[in-house]
């Protein structure tokens, strides 16, 4: 029997980069996974259909992570196609690297509405699956910039902060509940999104020098360790921020 078996898990931004890999990995090892995203139904189509394809299950449901009414009907969604949910990966996340200068309202409502508020109402939601004793798992995606911040990345790392900080508090709130809440902190990682931001080579250079293991990251570098965060062989860990960045410091 596959590890996940029997399991329910949602993926938010689970269409590309690391939310595809995470989905995949959890299927893979049994779980039924809910494919969020909130635009590319084409690539969250995809990811289902390699799920599909090599024996598992998975439906894509489109939903603003950073609306409580669309999150709410993705967890509706959830709950017909494979019941209550076991395992939230709170993955759906945007970057945007400026200097002081250039911060408007516009550059902090959006990454802190998807990076802060979409992980609360997630959480939200899937702990009203989580209880009458089931228990569950919250891994929330933060990143290297939270322990480290670089220049230019001031309201990014603010929000991967909070995301850290709320897996602290949460983890007291929710552990008495048997819920477990974990921040996986990547590194710098090829994904679609770092891909197409504009400078990434310089920055990937820049980062290759910082790194010890001497190379950029891989999704399935920071998918293998959320299926192992997941895991009952991780029953002893809540409230933690772990690194998976081959030991970069920016
Ligand atoms: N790549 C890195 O170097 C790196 C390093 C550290 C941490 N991280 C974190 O890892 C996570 C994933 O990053 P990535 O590089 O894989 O990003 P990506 O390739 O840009 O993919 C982001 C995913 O999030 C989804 N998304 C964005 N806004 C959303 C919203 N409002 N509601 C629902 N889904 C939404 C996107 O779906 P749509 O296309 O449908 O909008 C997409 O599937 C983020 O939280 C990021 O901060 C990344």
Avoid: C
């Avoid at 989905?23 to 995809?46: C, E, F, M, W």
């Avoid at 409502?109 to 009458?132: C, H, M, P, S, Y």
């Avoid at 910082?210 to 891989?218: A, F, Q």
């Amino acid at each position: 029997m596959k590890r996940f078996e029997g399991k329910v898990a949602v993926v938010t931004g689970g269409g590309k980069g690391i939310g595809a890999a995470v989905a995949k990995r959890l299927a893979a090892d049994g779980a039924a996974v809910v494919v969020n995203y909130a635009i590319s139904a084409a690539d969250a189509q995809t990811t289902v259909d390699a799920i599909v394809a090599a024996g598992g299950k998975a439906i894509a449901v489109k939903a603003n992570v950073a609306k409580r009414d669309e999150v709410s009907a993705l967890f509706g969604a959830a709950r017909e196609a494979f019941g209550p949910v076991d395992i939230l990966v709170n993955n759906a996340g945007v970057y945007e690297f400026r200097p002081l200068e250039l911060i408007d309202e516009e550059h902090i409502d959006r990454q802190f509405n998807i990076n802060v508020k979409g992980l609360l109402f997630a959480t939200q939601e899937a702990a009203k699956d989580f209880d009458g004793g089931r228990g569950g798992v919250v891994i929330n995606i933060g990143s290297q910039v939270s322990l480290t911040p670089p220049a230019n990345g001031s309201v990014y790392s603010a929000t991967k902060g909070a995301g850290d900080v709320i897996t602290r508090s949460l983890a007291q709130e929710l552990g008495p509940k048997n819920v477990r809440v974990i921040s996986v902190a990547p590194g710098v990682t090829l994904t679609e999104g770092f891909v197409s931001m504009g400078g990434h080579e310089g920055f990937i250079e820049f980062a290759k020098t910082r790194t010890p293991l001497g190379r950029p990251g891989r999704p399935e570098d920071v998918a293998d360790v959320v299926a192992t965060l997941v895991s009952d062989d991780s029953r002893w860990i809540t409230g933690s921020v772990i690194p998976v960045a081959g030991g970069l410091t920016l």
